[in-house]
């Protein structure tokens, strides 16, 4: 099972850009489905972006949907979220989690979370 380190969070202002990366410990990371989701305060926790474990095949919320773009390096470990044009509403705690098998948007079927990196969006 991997582990997943999220970072890259941080303040940034509408419209800008800020790029989340999240490195996988553990073996076997190309098997994994891999995705992102975000708790904003108050909220429950939302699925942003999956991509599946070959990188063929991406899904998004409605929410990011031409705005975020979710790409992976297996020879890294590394999957990650580029976040464009961000909204005040974007602002959360974002979430990279692991899971063998078909992407769900699901969260509970998500084995493996990291702890999260807060990104904030000024109006």
């Known amino acids: 099972q991997v582990q997943p380190v999220e970072s890259g969070g941080g303040l940034v202002q509408a419209g800008g850009s800020l790029k989340l990366s999240c490195v996988a410990s553990?073996?076997?990371?190309?098997?994994?489905?891999m995705a992102w989701f975000r708790r904003a305060p108050g909220k429950a926790r939302e699925f942003v972006a999956s991509i599946t474990k070959s990188g063929d095949t991406l899904d998004y919320s409605d929410s990011v949907k031409d705005r975020f773009i979710i790409s992976r390096d297996n020879a890294k470990n590394s999957v990650y979220l580029q976040m464009n044009r961000l909204k005040p509403e974007d602002t959360a705690v974002y979430f990279c989690?692991?899971?063998?098998?078909?992407?769900?948007?699901?969260?509970?079927?998500?084995?493996?979370w990291g702890q999260g990196t807060q990104v904030t969006v000024s109006s």
């Open positions: 553990g073996r076997l990371f190309n098997i994994y489905t």
């Open positions: 989690a692991a899971r063998t098998g078909t992407p769900y948007r699901m969260w509970e079927t998500y084995a493996s």
